[in-house]
């Protein structure tokens, strides 16, 4: 598993990222996102059910249309 520092140079460079939610805190994630918007990247969180629904809008907030959450069980 790369670490969140990785993945923050990967989304600086417009890497399109799929991250485990239950693995990353709710402010790692929103770190990696907010580079990514920046960078015309794309993240997917699987396992975003881990999270509240207030951290998922949350990250949202921070993404503005990039982010895609799984919530499939």
Do not use: Q, R
């Not at 993945?7 to 939610?21: E, H, W």
């Not at 990514?36 to 921070?62: C, D, F, Q, R, W």
């Amino acid at each position: 598993m790369k670490t969140t520092t990785e993945l923050m140079k990967i989304a600086s460079v417009g890497g399109n990222l799929i991250i485990d939610g239950g693995k990353k805190t709710t402010t790692e994630i929103m770190k990696i996102v907010s580079i990514a918007n920046s960078n015309n990247g794309k993240i997917t969180v699987k396992n975003a059910s881990k999270k509240t629904t207030t951290e998922l809008m949350k990250i949202a907030s921070v993404g503005a249309g990039i982010v895609t959450f799984d919530l499939v069980d």
